[in-house]
């Protein structure tokens, strides 16, 4: 707002566009009065006007910078960081190379311009350690530039005597990259010579004023000024400067850029070599021919310079004080008179630091150069000398002036006429605003034919005497009618008395003013010539650095072509160097020097009023305020700003033109404001192209968020589509499955309703037909008929009468289930006791036996299941049919139960032998199947208990009561074939007899009582054993084992 303000301040607008009314006064009465508010800066639309203070001001401060960052140009007060600010966004964010084109008189701040506006870059830009690198670099090489460069002039005590144009190179984020540095035309004569009051450059004086005595000692240096040639003897500091301070700062920044030490030192010994020759004084002396020669006077010097350049002193004497010259197929070595010597050493002198400059330039471009391939944009800045005016102008006046010419030439080209013809080719109606055009004075200088520059190459390289006479002739033959040409000559055509203008001068009415040029030095200067002895000489020593410095010393590329002009090169690096500025998009800043005298604020109107005449400042104003602040091709165009209206965005389906028109007859801005070319479009004022961007901007920020709003829209309804699909698809499932329970409860609850309801009426309906218990009756009725149903089914379909056979049809009701099974266990139990009837009484003994002998041994002893197929025989011998047990027959007679053969085991060995048994009802008897006469009877009552093993032996030991008196000998063991039946028979038959059970152990260790005592038997499983025939061995008196399988 301030700024806004501020520049539409009627006593002081901040951009001149916007002078009412506008003449020279006003203008000036603008400049004046800004300047009195300290408002140093002012437009002329996106010009920059700088006037210097001569004081520093605080308006750099880093606040400042932010102020200034990305900034828009037209809304904050004028300052030189608006138009680095505007520069730099275009070469990031639109593509654009840039060059910054800072104009002025020698000690308008041109110099402080360029590093104001590197800084400011450097602050901007992205940071980070090698950007930060690169931006250290780039800032440190101004001190050593300045140190080498610039000189202390009348004008201004840090004038820049080299012309520099320094590109910057950055990518495409915007960060530096690095850069190149191009040097122009080094004042060099200011080495050898320079006017009083001047001082040489900056670095002789900082060397020695800054450099420790151990560095001057190495150099051969004296610290004091007063004692070289080439310097100011009277005055050689600076008020305000402190030149030791500088010289560290400026070896700090060498340090910074890259310098090794040993390239420092060679730097400076090359400097030193410089200011020694300076004090290299010669003597005249007479050859014998009579001629005038000249000879070292004081060799000390010289010996000095060539002991720090490694050279044989005699080479270097040779070389200043005789000069070789070939004269058809000889050589002849000429001596040199005293001026020639003191010329030949200043001109070595001069070389030498003219070279080293020019090397050193190259070293910082080696530091700080950019890899190759990297894509990138580039911002130019450009401090040049600026236009000088002396009481003497000579060759190097003559060449700044035209460089200056050339620098006004692009202004007028590209601001006034390029602007103008634009115009008419876009076919924009237009009043053509009246403006000097300077190319006539370029072409005076510069046409290849016949410009002064090429008359005075022409000169140079004419064979025979040469002198600036002929020169000066020539150009008053050529230029006679030339209006920019003036010389004595010309005017004393005209017959104009001016006693200004001498004979040996000619006087070119510059873009800023008349010049008198006197051409003494001219071709010399142009010619630029160093003695080949000298550059041989150079080359010889074995200093590293100088020795490079002259390449053309090698005797080996003696060359006879004489080397460019310096008028023609520096015309080839002027014309390299506007090419490269038309490239790119300029950006200008002109400077204005308020006074003569470095005064702090203060402002002389006739020196600045010269200076707004000669930088066109009117005309700049006058074209700016007739013509339109902005253009664009329609397409770049629409395409930025087709958003400000919903005709045109997001697509325009017609030409760029007419989308343009639309959008523009949307915006509603004045008709004056607007012109439509050809294929661009004009916008007027800055005002209404800075409206334009600010619109753009908002609605840029609407239409991040209308995309946002639109995706973040999206996203949602997508999420809750899919959320309501899946929450249908759960409450359809859900829904259906309640239906359905619902559905089912309600089906069962209906039938049992319609089943009561139906009942109900049934009963309702019958009801008067039936007595009171009619139901109970019918129940009863059915039941039974039921019942008898079942039954009579059930008689019908008996299973077999099969005792094994367990079948039974299963109930047909439930109510039926319990007399169904009491009926299956009675009709079981009837078939059983059918079955026992048809039994004969053998059968049914034979049966009771065998039941006998289950319960008795059934998982008791492993013999029983074996003994489960064999039928109780009972008689195994077959006493009534052998006669021969007639006897034994006898004493059984129709008690018999069982006759078996038996083998006895002999209490004492345990060995078998083979007995015929024979139960009875009362007895057992034992008999020797030989004589078949009993020998043992047991009354069955002396049978205590029997034992036998668990085994599938036969072996039973037959425990006889203590009282029994058959059994003397003690208890029997036996082993028998049919020990089930044996003992079944046996406990069957003292069960019919005394009613009591005969115990039975089956036991692994049972002991036996015998006449002679007890023994233990052990049975023992083994493999020895028989199936069913045990072994029965005796271990000691009282232990016996029975081996059983
Ligand atoms: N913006 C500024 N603020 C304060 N002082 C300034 C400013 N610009 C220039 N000066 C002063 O003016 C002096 C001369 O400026 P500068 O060296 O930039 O001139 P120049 O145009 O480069 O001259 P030359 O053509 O001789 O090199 C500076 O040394 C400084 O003292
Ligand atoms: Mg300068």
């Given at each position: 707002?301030?700024?806004?303000?501020?520049?539409?301040?009627?006593?002081?607008v901040?951009?001149?566009?916007?002078?009412?009314?506008?003449?020279?006064?006003?203008?000036l009465?603008?400049l004046?009065?800004?300047?009195?508010?300290?408002?140093?800066?002012?437009?002329?639309?996106?010009?920059?006007?700088?006037?210097n203070?001569?004081q520093?001001?605080p308006?750099?401060s880093?606040?400042?910078?932010q102020?200034?960052h990305?900034?828009?140009?037209?809304?904050?007060?004028?300052?030189?960081?608006?138009?680095?600010?505007?520069?730099?966004?275009?070469?990031?964010?639109?593509?654009?190379?840039q060059?910054?084109?800072?104009?002025?008189?020698?000690?308008?701040?041109?110099?402080?311009?360029s590093?104001?506006?590197?800084?400011?870059?450097?602050?901007?830009?992205?940071?980070?350690?090698?950007?930060?690198?690169?931006?250290?670099?780039?800032?440190?090489?101004?001190?050593?530039?300045?140190?080498?460069?610039?000189?202390?002039?009348?004008?201004?005590?840090?004038?820049?005597?080299?012309?520099?144009?320094?590109?910057?190179?950055?990518?495409?984020k915007?960060?530096?990259?690095?850069?190149?540095?191009?040097?122009?035309?080094?004042?060099?004569?200011?080495?050898?010579r320079?006017?009083?009051?001047?001082r040489?450059?900056?670095?002789?004086?900082?060397?020695?004023?800054?450099?420790?005595?151990?560095?001057?000692?190495?150099?051969?240096?004296?610290?004091?000024?007063r004692h070289?040639?080439?310097?100011?003897?009277?005055?050689?500091?600076?008020?305000?400067?402190?030149?030791a301070?500088?010289?560290?700062?400026?070896?700090?920044?060498?340090r910074?850029?890259?310098f090794?030490?040993?390239?420092?030192t060679?730097?400076?010994?090359?400097?030193?070599v410089?200011?020694?020759?300076?004090?290299?004084?010669?003597?005249?002396?007479?050859?014998?021919s009579?001629?005038?020669?000249c000879?070292?006077?004081?060799?000390q010097?010289?010996?000095?310079?060539?002991?720090l350049?490694?050279?044989?002193?005699?080479?270097?004497e040779?070389a200043?004080?005789?000069?070789?010259?070939?004269?058809?197929?000889?050589?002849?070595?000429?001596?040199l008179?005293?001026?020639?010597?003191?010329?030949?050493?200043?001109?070595?002198?001069?070389?030498?630091?003219?070279?080293?400059?020019?090397?050193?330039?190259?070293?910082?471009?080696t530091?700080?150069?950019?890899k190759?391939?990297?894509q990138?944009?580039?911002?130019?800045?450009?401090?040049?000398?600026?236009?000088?005016i002396?009481?003497d102008?000579g060759?190097e006046?003559?060449?700044?002036?035209?460089?200056?010419?050339?620098?006004?030439?692009?202004?007028?080209?590209?601001t006034?006429?390029?602007?103008?013809?634009?115009?008419?080719?876009?076919?924009?109606?237009?009043?053509p605003?009246?403006?000097?055009?300077?190319?006539?004075?370029?072409?005076?200088?510069?046409?290849?034919?016949?410009?002064?520059?090429?008359m005075?190459d022409?000169?140079?390289?004419?064979?025979?005497?040469?002198?600036e006479?002929?020169?000066?002739?020539?150009?008053?033959?050529?230029?006679?009618?030339?209006?920019?040409?003036?010389?004595?000559?010309?005017?004393?055509?005209?017959?104009?008395m001016?006693?200004?203008l001498?004979?040996?001068?000619?006087?070119?009415?510059?873009?800023?003013?008349?010049?008198?040029?006197?051409?003494?030095?001219?071709?010399e200067?142009?010619?630029?010539l160093?003695?080949?002895?000298?550059?041989?000489?150079?080359?010889?020593?074995?200093?590293t650095?100088?020795h490079?410095?002259?390449?053309?010393?090698?005797?080996?590329?003696v060359?006879?072509?004489l080397p460019?002009?310096?008028?023609?090169?520096?015309?080839a690096?002027?014309?390299?160097?506007?090419?490269?500025?038309?490239?790119?998009?300029?950006?200008?800043?002109r400077?204005?020097?308020?006074?003569?005298?470095?005064?702090?604020?203060?402002?002389?109107?006739?020196?600045?009023?010269?200076?707004?005449?000669y930088l066109?400042?009117?005309?700049?104003?006058?074209?700016r305020?007739?013509?339109?602040?902005?253009?664009?091709?329609?397409?770049p165009?629409l395409?930025?700003?087709?958003?400000?209206?919903?005709?045109?965005?997001?697509?325009?389906a017609?030409?760029?033109?007419?989308?343009?028109?639309?959008?523009?007859?949307?915006?509603?801005?004045p008709?004056?404001?607007?012109?439509?070319?050809?294929?661009?479009?004009?916008i007027?004022?800055?005002?209404?192209?800075?409206?334009?961007?600010?619109?753009?901007?908002e609605r840029?920020?609407?239409l991040?968020?209308?995309?946002?709003?639109?995706?973040r829209?999206w996203?949602?309804?997508?999420?809750?589509?899919?959320?309501r699909k899946?929450?249908?698809?759960?409450?359809?499932?859900f829904?259906?499955?309640?239906?359905?329970?619902?559905?089912?409860?309600?089906?069962?609850?209906?039938?049992?309703?319609?089943?009561?309801?139906?009942?109900?009426?049934v009963?309702k309906?019958?009801r008067?037909?039936?007595r009171?218990?009619?139901s109970?009756?019918?129940?009863?009725?059915?039941y039974r008929?039921?019942?008898?149903?079942f039954?009579?089914?059930?008689?019908?379909?008996?299973?077999?009468?099969l005792v094994?056979?367990?079948?039974?049809?299963?109930?047909?009701?439930?109510?039926?289930?319990?007399?169904?099974?009491?009926?299956?266990?009675?009709?079981?139990?009837?078939?059983?006791?059918?079955?026992?009837?048809?039994?004969?009484?053998?059968?049914?003994?034979l049966l009771?036996?065998?039941?006998?002998?289950s319960e008795?041994?059934?998982?008791?002893?492993t013999?029983y299941?074996?003994?489960?197929?064999?039928?109780f025989?009972?008689?195994?011998?077959?006493?009534?049919?052998?006669?021969?047990?007639?006897?034994?027959?006898?004493?059984?007679?129709?008690?018999?139960?069982?006759?078996?053969?038996?083998?006895?085991?002999?209490?004492?060995?345990?060995?078998?032998?083979?007995?015929l048994?024979?139960l009875?009802?009362e007895?057992?008897?034992?008999?020797?199947p030989?004589?078949?006469?009993?020998k043992?009877?047991?009354?069955?009552?002396?049978?205590?208990?029997?034992?036998?093993?668990?085994?599938s032996?036969?072996?039973?030991?037959l425990h006889?009561?203590?009282?029994?008196?058959?059994?003397?000998?003690?208890?029997f063991?036996?082993?028998?074939?049919?020990?089930?039946?044996?003992?079944?028979?046996?406990?069957q038959?003292?069960?019919?007899?005394?009613?009591?059970?005969?115990?039975l152990?089956?036991?692994?260790q049972f002991?036996?009582?015998?006449?002679?005592?007890?023994m233990?038997?052990?049975?023992?499983?083994?493999?020895?054993?028989?199936?069913?025939?045990?072994?029965c061995?005796?271990?000691g008196?009282h232990k016996?084992?029975?081996?059983v399988?």
């Amino acid at each position: 707002m301030e700024a806004t303000t501020s520049r539409l301040d009627p006593a002081a607008v901040g951009d001149l566009v916007l002078l009412d009314p506008l003449t020279e006064e006003s203008l000036l009465h603008t400049l004046q009065e800004r300047f009195r508010r300290s408002d140093i800066y002012t437009y002329i639309g996106n010009v920059v006007i700088s006037v210097n203070p001569y004081q520093s001001l605080p308006i750099y401060s880093p606040e400042k910078v932010q102020e200034y960052h990305n900034c828009n140009f037209f809304a904050v007060k004028p300052h030189i960081y608006a138009i680095a600010d505007d520069a730099y966004r275009s070469l990031r964010d639109r593509d654009r190379d840039q060059c910054i084109l800072i104009t002025g008189e020698s000690g308008a701040g041109k110099t402080e311009a360029s590093k104001l506006v590197m800084s400011y870059v450097a602050a901007v830009c992205s940071k980070g350690e090698d950007v930060d690198k690169v931006k250290e670099q780039l800032l440190q090489s101004n001190p050593v530039l300045e140190a080498f460069g610039n000189a202390k002039t009348v004008r201004n005590d840090n004038s820049s005597r080299f012309g520099k144009y320094m590109d910057v190179e950055f990518d495409f984020k915007g960060e530096p990259l690095g850069g190149v540095i191009s040097n122009y035309l080094l004042e060099k004569s200011r080495i050898v010579r320079h006017v009083k009051g001047e001082r040489n450059f900056h670095i002789f004086y900082q060397l020695l004023a800054g450099g420790s005595a151990q560095l001057l000692q190495q150099l051969k240096l004296r610290q004091d000024c007063r004692h070289y040639g080439y310097l100011n003897r009277e005055s050689s500091s600076l008020p305000g400067v402190d030149d030791a301070a500088n010289f560290h700062a400026m070896q700090d920044a060498m340090r910074v850029i890259g310098f090794s030490p040993d390239e420092v030192t060679a730097l400076l010994e090359v400097t030193a070599v410089v200011l020694k020759l300076g004090n290299v004084q010669l003597s005249s002396s007479y050859q014998a021919s009579g001629m005038e020669s000249c000879s070292i006077a004081e060799p000390q010097e010289l010996q000095e310079i060539c002991e720090l350049i490694g050279l044989d002193p005699s080479v270097l004497e040779r070389a200043l004080c005789s000069r070789t010259v070939k004269a058809r197929d000889e050589t002849v070595l000429t001596t040199l008179s005293v001026p020639q010597g003191y010329y030949g050493r200043d001109a070595l002198a001069k070389n030498i630091y003219s070279r080293l400059f020019d090397w050193l330039v190259n070293r910082i471009n080696t530091s700080i150069q950019v890899k190759p391939g990297k894509q990138r944009k580039v911002m130019g800045v450009l401090d040049i000398y600026g236009f000088e005016i002396f009481q003497d102008n000579g060759f190097e006046q003559f060449i700044i002036n035209y460089c200056n010419e050339k620098l006004q030439q692009i202004f007028i080209l590209m601001t006034l006429k390029e602007e103008q013809e634009e115009y008419v080719r876009e076919g924009i109606q237009w009043t053509p605003v009246e403006f000097f055009d300077n190319s006539i004075i370029c072409n005076l200088i510069e046409n290849s034919k016949c410009g002064i520059l090429a008359m005075l190459d022409e000169e140079c390289l004419r064979p025979g005497v040469v002198n600036e006479d002929t020169f000066i002739s020539k150009l008053n033959q050529l230029f006679a009618t030339h209006k920019h040409y003036e010389s004595k000559e010309t005017q004393n055509a005209q017959r104009v008395m001016d006693a200004s203008l001498p004979l040996q001068c000619f006087r070119i009415h510059h873009y800023a003013g008349k010049v008198t040029y006197n051409v003494t030095g001219f071709i010399e200067k142009n010619n630029d010539l160093l003695f080949r002895d000298l550059s041989q000489a150079m080359w010889a020593a074995r200093h590293t650095l100088l020795h490079s410095l002259f390449p053309e010393g090698d005797p080996q590329k003696v060359s006879l072509k004489l080397p460019p002009t310096a008028g023609f090169q520096f015309k080839a690096s002027v014309a390299m160097l506007m090419k490269n500025l038309y490239s790119k998009n300029p950006n200008y800043i002109r400077c204005i020097k308020p006074n003569e005298t470095k005064t702090a604020m203060l402002f002389t109107p006739e020196l600045v009023l010269a200076q707004i005449r000669y930088l066109g400042l009117m005309e700049n104003v006058r074209v700016r305020r007739a013509g339109y602040a902005f253009r664009q091709l329609y397409g770049p165009f629409l395409e930025r700003y087709k958003m400000l209206s919903p005709r045109t965005w997001p697509r325009w389906a017609g030409s760029d033109r007419e989308g343009a028109e639309v959008l523009l007859a949307e915006l509603a801005f004045p008709p004056e404001e607007l012109a439509f070319g050809h294929t661009k479009i004009f916008i007027r004022s800055p005002r209404t192209l800075f409206n334009l961007e600010s619109r753009r901007q908002e609605r840029v920020v609407q239409l991040a968020t209308l995309i946002q709003k639109i995706f973040r829209g999206w996203r949602c309804r997508t999420q809750y589509q899919q959320m309501r699909k899946s929450q249908i698809i759960i409450s359809a499932w859900f829904r259906g499955h309640r239906q359905k329970n619902k559905y089912k409860q309600m089906k069962r609850s209906a039938l049992i309703i319609q089943a009561y309801i139906r009942g109900w009426k049934v009963r309702k309906a019958y009801r008067r037909y039936f007595r009171s218990e009619a139901s109970i009756r019918l129940a009863n009725f059915i039941y039974r008929r039921l019942v008898q149903k079942f039954l009579v089914g059930l008689g019908r379909n008996l299973p077999p009468l099969l005792v094994t056979d367990r079948t039974w049809p299963p109930a047909p009701y439930k109510f039926l289930a319990d007399a169904n099974q009491e009926l299956r266990s009675i009709f079981y139990r009837w078939k059983c006791k059918k079955y026992r009837e048809q039994l004969t009484p053998q059968r049914k003994a034979l049966l009771q036996a065998k039941l006998c002998a289950s319960e008795l041994f059934k998982d008791k002893k492993t013999l029983y299941s074996k003994s489960l197929q064999q039928p109780f025989r009972g008689e195994y011998l077959g006493l009534t049919q052998n006669p021969k047990y007639q006897k034994l027959h006898a004493v059984a007679k129709d008690k018999l139960v069982m006759a078996d053969t038996v083998r006895k085991v002999n209490r004492a060995s345990g060995k078998t032998v083979p007995h015929l048994l024979l139960l009875t009802t009362e007895h057992l008897v034992l008999a020797d199947p030989k004589a078949a006469q009993p020998k043992t009877v047991l009354s069955l009552g002396d049978i205590r208990s029997v034992s036998v093993t668990r085994f599938s032996d036969g072996f039973l030991v037959l425990h006889l009561k203590e009282t029994s008196t058959a059994g003397a000998k003690g208890d029997f063991l036996l082993i028998s074939d049919h020990l089930i039946e044996l003992v079944t028979r046996l406990h069957q038959t003292i069960m019919d007899t005394t009613a009591q059970a005969l115990p039975l152990h089956i036991t692994d260790q049972f002991s036996t009582r015998f006449q002679k005592g007890d023994m233990a038997v052990t049975v023992v499983e083994s493999a020895k054993a028989g199936s069913n025939v045990p072994i029965c061995k005796k271990r000691g008196s009282h232990k016996m084992e029975v081996l059983v399988h």
